[in-house]
Structure formats: C-alpha cells, structure tokens
C-alpha cells in the first residue's frame, strides 16, 4: 500500500524556519522516475505548487512566493522528501501536502498534509 506521510509542521514566529518532511512507503524512489511536490492549501484558498523535484537527477523548480526562501531536497537512500522553509511570513500558513507523481504512468498519490502556521 502506497503512502506519503508529511510531517515537521507546526508553529513558529515570522522570520523562523521549519523544515518538513515526506516519508514514502510502498514504493521507492529507485523503482522509477517521480516527480515529488510539495503543495499547500491555505483556508480558502486553492491549493497551490510550492516546489517539486525529481527523484532522479533532482531538478528542482519553486513558486515565486518562495524563491530563495524555501529549499526542496531528496534522499533517495530513504524515499523521503524534504522541504527547507526559511523566513517565513504569515502568508505561507497552510496546510502543506506531498505528491508524487510516477512519470511513466502519471499515477499520483498524495499525503494527508501538515499544518504550518506562522504567527506571532
């Protein structure tokens, strides 16, 4: 049975880091090419791409909101999926979910996601 499981959520003043993590279980990331993306959903708003990477040569892609603040990493020994989030601001309060899409078929699973709340 496939799944993701996000965690590393929670709260932290603006300016502050956390950093999140996607476990995957059921399949690894040497068994074929994903591409691993975290999403995010803030109340009310549409969920929306934060940064994806692939899982074999790790190219890397971020949301403007995000650039030079947020670093998406793998560890491919470990299929999990790491998301670096650094100086944050109130408006990146969501809940972050992880994805990963299987390229050679375009079957995709998600994870049930991870609050992050930025307040002071």
């Known amino acids: 049975q496939v799944q993701l499981v996000e965690s590393g959520g929670g709260l932290v003043q603006p300016g502050g880091s956390l950093r999140l993590s996607c476990a995957a279980s059921?399949?690894?990331?040497?068994?074929?090419?994903?591409?691993m993306t975290w999403y995010r959903q803030a109340s009310g708003k549409e969920r929306e791409l934060v940064a994806s990477i692939t899982t074999n040569i790790g190219i890397s892609n971020y949301a403007d909101s995000v650039k030079g603040r947020f670093t998406i990493s793998r560890d491919n020994a470990k299929s999990t999926v790491y998301l670096q989030m650094n100086s944050l601001k109130p408006e990146d309060t969501a809940v972050y979910y992880c994805n990963a899409k299987r390229m050679i078929n375009g079957i995709t699973y998600w994870g049930k996601g991870t609050l992050v709340t930025v307040s002071s």
């Open positions: 059921g399949f690894t990331f040497s068994s074929s090419t994903y591409v």
